[in-house]
């Protein structure tokens, strides 16, 4: 079993930032990418940001410049920093992992509000 737990979500306004975190812990050999995905009312799940073991990023387009996700392989952990954020930003944002256990995992956590005012 693989358990991801996120943190750091909550109410903002708009130009301000929020740190996301995310832990994974259980029993696994490693684990390969990790990512952000956010669902705002309404709307699908979408990719908001990856973070591959060997640390290159992909960030969506809409959060290019303004986010950041980096990892630490040894903790496996993997945060966000979110700056100049948007009402458009709000969202329920999710971690994501690629996990490598007895087979190939992709393990989601809880998900944690992010609520961006004007």
């Known amino acids: 079993q693989v358990q991801l737990v996120e943190s750091g979500g909550g109410l903002v306004q708009a130009g301000g930032s929020l740190r996301l975190f995310c832990a994974a812990s259980g029993r696994f050999i490693l684990i390969n990418t990790m990512g952000w995905y956010r669902q705002a009312p309404g709307k699908q799940r979408e990719l908001v940001a990856t973070?591959?073991?060997?640390?290159?990023?992909n960030y969506a387009d809409s959060v290019k410049g303004r986010f950041t996700s980096s990892r630490d392989n040894a903790k496996n952990t993997v945060a966000l920093q979110m700056n100049s954020l948007k009402l458009e930003d709000t969202a329920v944002y999710y971690c994501?992992?690629?996990?490598?256990?007895?087979?190939?995992?992709?393990?989601w956590g809880q998900g944690t509000q992010v609520t961006v005012s004007s």
């Open positions: 994501n992992a690629e996990v490598f256990a007895s087979g190939t995992i992709d393990a």
């Open positions: 973070v591959t073991r060997g640390g290159t990023t």
